[in-house]
C-alpha cells in the first residue's frame, strides 16, 4: 500500500520553496519508488480549507530547483482567524480535518513560517500527522539557526544597498531602506557623518522596527499612534523624523518583493535540499508533531508544540553586532 504525502506552501512566499518542494519528492521517490504518493495542496491551508488539491506526479519535481516562487501557489490564512468562524460559515479546523481525510493523507508537510507553524501546530494537536519545513526571508522561526529563503534575501537586499550608494552619493541624501531605536541617535549618526565629510548616509530599517518610546506600549496603543501620524512603514516613520532633527533631504527605497522573488541563492538550494531530504526520511520513520531545523550545522528536528508561536530574535551581544559597533556603525 502507497503512503500519500500531502505538501502546501503556505504564507508570503520566498527563493528555495520550489527547491525545497524538489528536495522532499525527490527523497521520497528514491526512498520509496512508487509506494509513495504526493498530494499538492494548492494555496497554502485555503487549498485545504477549501479541498483544492490533486495528485502530483515525479516529473513535475524536475527542473524546479533554481524557480522562484512556488509551483503550489500560496496564501495567506492567518492563525488568529483558524478558530473564528466568519460570514462564509465555516469551520476552518473541521474542514481541514475533513478534507485531510478526503485526501486519503497519511500524512502533511507544511512549508512557512512562523503563522504557518502555529498552525501546522494546530493541526498536529487535533491528531493530524504534520511535519513542518521553516521558510521565511526573516530568519526569526525559533529552534533553528536558519531559514531556507533568508540567505537570498540578504543578498538582493546587499545589491540594492550596494546599488543606493552611488545615487545617494551623487544627490547628497539619506536614503532609508526598509532593533528597539532612539531616534535621537540614529539623527546624531547622521549629523556625525556629515560632520566627518560624508555627503550621504543609508539607514538599513527592520521592517518592524520600534522606537524606544512604542516598545513601552501595548500593540493597539502603538498601531493607533502610527494610523493618527499617517505612516505606513517604519521606514516612512525614520526618513520623516530624520528628515525634520537634521535638515538633510530623505527619500525611501522598499526591497519589499525583491527579496522574495527569483532564484534563490546556492546556498538557498543546498539548504532547501537538505531539509527536504530530511524531512523524507521523517516521513519514512513516521515521526511527526515535529518541524525541520539547523542546529549547530546539522539538520535536526524539533517538537512543533516547542517551537510554535515563539520568535527567534538577534541577541543584543550577538558577535555580528559587536563587530558593527567596533566599526563605529550605529544601532539605533
Not at 504525502?5 to 528514491?30: E, Q
Amino acid at each position: 500500500m502507497a503512503i500519500r504525502v500531502g505538501i502546501l506552501t503556505s504564507g508570503g512566499d520566498c527563493p528555495g520553496l520550489n527547491a525545497t518542494l524538489r528536495g522532499v519528492a525527490k527523497a521520497l521517490y528514491h526512498r520509496m519508488g512508487d509506494k509513495v504518493e504526493i498530494v499538492g495542496i494548492m494555496n497554502g491551508y485555503d487549498g485545504l480549507i477549501n479541498g483544492n488539491y490533486r495528485e502530483m506526479s515525479p516529473d513535475e519535481f524536475s527542473g524546479i530547483l533554481t524557480v522562484g516562487g512556488t509551483i503550489l501557489g500560496t496564501k495567506r490564512t492567518p492563525f488568529k482567524k483558524m478558530r473564528v468562524v466568519e460570514d462564509d460559515k465555516v469551520d476552518k479546523v473541521a474542514a481541514m480535518k475533513k478534507n485531510y481525510r478526503a485526501a486519503k493523507l497519511d500524512c502533511l508537510l507544511c512549508l512557512g513560517g512562523n503563522g504557518t507553524h502555529k498552525t501546522a501546530n494546530l493541526l498536529s494537536q487535533e491528531g493530524l500527522n504534520i511535519i513542518g519545513l521553516p521558510k521565511t526571508i526573516d530568519n526569526d522561526i525559533y529552534g533553528t539557526d536558519v531559514t531556507f529563503g533568508f540567505h537570498t534575501a540578504v543578498d538582493i537586499a546587499t545589491e540594492v544597498i550596494d546599488r543606493i550608494h552611488t545615487t545617494a552619493g551623487s544627490h547628497s541624501r539619506v536614503m532609508c531602506i526598509e532593533l528597539p531605536y532612539d531616534i535621537k541617535k540614529v539623527a546624531a549618526a547622521v549629523e556625525n557623518r556629515a560632520k566627518a565629510g560624508k555627503n550621504f548616509s543609508i539607514l538599513a530599517v527592520a521592517e518592524g522596527a520600534f522606537s524606544v518610546e512604542e516598545a513601552k506600549m501595548k500593540r493597539k496603543e502603538w498601531t493607533a499612534k502610527r494610523a493618527e501620524a499617517g505612516y505606513t512603514t517604519a521606514t516612512a516613520r525614520i526618513a520623516k523624523q530624520v528628515e525634520e532633527l537634521t535638515g538633510a533631504e530623505t527619500r525611501i527605497c522598499v526591497p519589499g518583493h525583491m527579496q522574495r522573488g527569483g532564484s534563490p541563492s546556492a546556498y538557498d538550494r543546498v539548504l532547501a535540499t537538505q531539509f527536504g531530504s530530511y524531512a523524507a526520511g521523517l516521513v519514512a520513520d513516521e515521526h511527526y508533531g515535529v518541524t525541520v531545523a539547523m542546529v549547530n550545522r546539522h539538520v535536526t528536528a524539533n517538537p512543533l508544540a516547542d517551537i510554535a508561536g515563539k520568535t527567534r530574535g538577534v541577541p543584543g551581544d550577538c558577535d555580528m553586532l559587536n563587530v558593527a559597533r567596533a566599526m563605529g556603525i550605529s544601532l539605533g
